[in-house]
């Protein structure tokens, strides 16, 4: 399990070179990554969501956009349009924004319920259709969605069924005091996601998106996740247990956290 191993170093590496002090967050977006998930970004203003998204996009050579989310949004701000072309006598298709590879959508629960739709369909589908014609995503493709937990005037909160699209929920936090200073003294002068280049080219993360298909798990691993997942439905303080899509991801992210630990099978501690 050399390749994967060694893109998740690479990538980690440059990103950490920006996301000072938080190893655990930035390993989970990339094990999303690998395992061609999505990530929810649950956290207060100013704690480096957008960073974050860049960097891994600058560090694979990706093709990054940010959206803002805003009430007034339209589906078609968001998939893009078609537009009557007076020269050729035809429609052409004007892209949106989550035609890019690396999609950072900021305060999503601002958008209302259509909108968030229109992006969960490209997020699950993996395509985009506008006036009946289907227009695949490019590959490889992580949505990165942020909600600030702290205000909620004039939200739409996403519903549990939409939140399940997900394959994570995570939190970046405050950082240290000491990793507070390191971050001033590195944007003295330049922001550090200038500096980082490419590690890895998408073919190459590609390939490592399919070697983590290959992570032997037994079948005694799969019974433990199904149990796993089995107790959020009986608890009673669980309103709502993980659906199969819930063991469907914790069985995802184990392969590929024992890929980039260089295993090539799964433990229970994945």
């Not at 390191?182 to 330049?190: E, I, K, L």
Request: glycine residues 6%; aromatic residues 6%.
């Amino acid at each position: 399990m050399q390749k994967p191993q060694q893109v998740a170093e690479k990538v980690i590496a440059s990103v950490e070179k920006v996301i000072v002090g938080k190893h655990d967050e930035v390993q989970l977006t990339l094990l999303a990554l690998l395992c061609q998930g999505h990530l929810l970004i649950e956290d207060v203003p100013g704690v480096g969501k957008t960073m974050l998204a860049k960097s891994i996009a600058r560090s694979i050579g990706c093709t990054f956009r940010r959206i803002q989310f805003t009430p007034d949004m339209l589906p078609s701000d968001v998939t893009g349009v078609s537009v009557f072309n007076q020269k050729t006598r035809e429609f052409e298709f004007r892209p949106g924004p989550v035609m890019a590879q690396i999609v950072l959508t900021d305060e999503i629960n601002r958008a209302t319920p259509k909108t968030q739709s229109a992006l969960l369909e490209c997020m699950e589908g993996r395509q985009v259709t506008v006036d009946g014609t289907t227009y695949p995503m490019a590959r490889p493709f992580l949505v990165l969605a942020t909600q600030n937990p702290i205000e909620y005037e004039g939200t739409f909160p996403l519903p549990e069924a939409q939140l399940d699209r997900f394959m994570m929920r995570i939190s970046l936090g405050y950082p240290d005091p000491e990793d507070e200073i390191t971050m001033m003294d590195s944007q003295q002068y330049v922001h550090p996601v200038e500096k980082i280049g490419q590690v890895v080219d998408a073919e190459e993360l590609l390939e490592a998106q399919e070697a983590v298909k290959d992570i032997y798990i037994d079948d005694s691993i799969k019974e433990y996740i199904v149990a796993v997942v089995g107790e959020t439905r009986k608890h009673p303080d669980v309103y709502l247990g993980a659906s199969p899509r819930g063991s469907l991801a914790l069985y995802k992210t184990s392969q590929a956290r024992a890929a980039i630990l260089g295993r090539d099978y799964v433990i229970p501690d994945d």
